[in-house]
């Protein structure tokens, strides 16, 4: 569904590097993993986080040599209370929904559309497939 998502836009490319290595899976197994496979070795990383996750922060495995291979930008989730992350870390605002993965499958199990809350593709994949239902 990804592959779906991103289609026809150039600047995303889809990385099975999480599905490919057996669980669990951490994110800074992941950083190490997609850094070495780039030819650019001084490109800036960015971690974007919701900011109901960056409370979680400091449970992260290896979260201080995360810190350094990233930079951690935190995006503000609707409904969630104000995060009290690091200081040092970067806020965005952005316009965001208030809409989780977890609402868009009750709606489908609801019989609800989701029309208009995922890509035109990856709604008729999930109909198609009768996922979540």
Known sequence: MVELA?????????????????????????????????????????????????KELPTWREIEMLRRLVEFVVIPRPGAAPARHPPDLKQIQVETLNLSASEIRTRIREGRSIEGLVPEPVRRYIEEHRLYR
Not at 10 to 31: G, M, N, Q, W
């Open 6 to 54: 991103i289609a026809g836009h150039p600047a995303f490319r889809l990385s099975r590097i999480e599905l490919d290595r057996p669980p669990p899976s951490y994110t800074i197994e992941t950083v190490r993993q997609l850094q070495a496979s780039l030819t650019e070795k001084n490109a800036t990383w960015y971690l974007l986080i919701g900011s109901d996750l960056a």
